[in-house]
């Protein structure tokens, strides 16, 4: 594997000292809105006027709603039982190289909602046998810039994890994270594509910024792209999956929307925090010649708890008609 030197890929290779892999190679535009974004969204009264919602506590009302109902134990236990999900993917533009490519897929960890989170998460991944890892977004739900034990977390990730860990950001996620993330080792995709090579074939991998909450996922580095290779894209969300299909992406694999997280029995979600169709809240889906993958997440956000969604790590194995 393979960083592309072409300019609408990712401007980075190995061999650069850490010290480059930072904010600065990013475009000022963007790192301007993204740091204004966050900012907004950290302090609400920017952004929301007063409402009765605010004065109700929900997250306070709802944890009291399921003490009381007997079901919150039930619901944190539900959140620990990590499962693992295989998910075979038909490409029709497959290279035959790649043929069986096995890429382990996580998402919306939040590890800093429950310390064994993490316990949990290794435990899992330190047997798995696959060729690339990918992980769409939402490490945490609240980062806090030079944190050490959020640093620690995405330490002790990254060394259960194999090299070839390329991530994009969730709405969770501030730009800040970016440099530590690339000291360690993750390879950081942000609106940028890396060509992932096996002897002589090669298929583009592609990551955007969260196209939920701060949409500034832009696609101007497709320009240059082969569109005659099989392309891969990660995005927080499944939300621009027709732009994705418009552009000739053959796989979409994402998260965000926990599968529901808080599901009726039978997996119905209350909620699904997206703008797109319920067939795209978890699993696999298909919109036209896209084929997509909703993870339901290992981790959860706002409450500890799930019901009838379960967490899950996911292996892609691709396959070539
Ligand atoms: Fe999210």
Redesign the pocket.
Known sequence: MKFASNAAFLKIDPQQDNDQLSLSRLDENYLKKRLGLEEQFKNPNLVKKFSISSLLKPKKCLTRFFKMAGLYHKGLANSFALNLNENNVLLKRLPRKFNGFKILHLS?LHLDMHKYYIEVLKQSLRRLDYDICVIT??FFSHYKKESRQHDCLLNELFNVLSDQVYVVL???DSIDMLPTLENIGYKVLINEAVHINRENQSIILSGVD?P??FRLNDFKYYRSIDRTKCSVLLA??PEIYKQAAYLGIDLYLC??THGGQICLPGGFPIVT?TRCPRKMVKGSWKYNDLVGYTSSGSGV?YLPIRFHSKPEICIHHLKSF
Do not use: R
């Open positions: 919306d977004g939402d969730g709405n969770h969260d939920h909450l927080h969300s998260g965000h925090h956000s």
